[in-house]
């Protein structure tokens, strides 16, 4: 236990010296992946970036349900946006995706909700 606290505290070590970084070369937002998985952990590094932090995609999910979760996720820990990319566009129906996922962003959509704009 105390070893993965202290891996996890590295983690976020480095991804806010590398936000700091990125602010630094007048950056004006910083896409991250949250490879911590741990929302307490990602909020600390949005909360250190004095930029807009969205979160990236990342590689093709397998569900539908699992990019919302790390959508919702990502907006809890104060996340600006997203920038999904094959998530989205390859999925078997984009437009809805993309609707979905604007909604989850802007309209504040739960997991379920944003499911409901797929089915719709």
């Known amino acids: 236990m105390y070893r993965h606290r202290t891996i996890l505290s590295l983690a976020v070590a480095l991804a806010l010296s590398l936000t700091y970084s990125a602010t630094g070369v007048a950056a004006e937002l910083v896409k991250a992946k949250d490879g911590s ?7 600390k590094v949005v909360e ?4 807009p932090v969205v979160i990236a995609g990342g590689p093709k999910m397998d569900s539908d349900k699992d990019i919302f979760k790390m959508v919702e ?4 820990a104060g996340c600006a946006g997203v920038s999904i990319g094959r998530n989205a566009f390859q999925h078997k129906t984009p437009e809805k995706m993309v609707a979905a996922l604007c909604k989850m962003v ?4 739960s997991v379920s909700d944003a499911a409901k704009v797929l089915q719709g």
């Open 37 to 43: 998985g741990s929302i307490e952990s990602f909020t």
């Open 48 to 51: 250190g970036c004095s930029v």
């Open 73 to 76: 996720g990502a907006l809890k």
């Open 106 to 109: 802007h309209e504040g959509a």
